[in-house]
């Protein structure tokens, strides 16, 4: 059973190591004054990796769906959740 529960956590670590980069690179947005000191890192953070694993999964269950049509549609999210629209 142990064996069975190592891939997710190999999974979750990677989860985990993405949501930490995209903190990252927010936070340098903010360093930069390029986003205001109150804007909320956390929240961002989730919305964008949910918007990232939405993407992902469509492309991968999704007939016809492309590779490009997914970088697309990511950058349509991400470009909602920083404008506030």
């Given amino acids: 059973m142990k064996s069975d529960?190592?891939?997710i956590k190999e999974v979750l670590r990677a989860d985990f190591k993405t949501m930490d980069k995209?903190?990252?690179l927010i936070n340098q947005l903010k360093a930069k004054n390029l986003?205001?000191?109150e804007f909320d890192t956390t929240t961002a953070m989730?919305?964008?990796f949910?918007?990232?694993f939405l993407q992902m999964t469509?492309?991968?269950y999704t007939d016809g769906s492309t590779f490009e049509q997914t970088c697309e549609r990511i950058k349509t999210d991400i470009?909602?959740?920083f404008d506030g629209k």
């Fill in 35 to 37: 986003f205001a000191t």
């Fill in 5 to 7: 529960k190592m891939p």
């Fill in 46 to 48: 989730d919305l964008i």
């Fill in 50 to 52: 949910g918007a990232l």
């Fill in 22 to 24: 995209i903190r990252e």
């Fill in 58 to 60: 469509m492309y991968i």
């Fill in 79 to 81: 470009r909602f959740i």
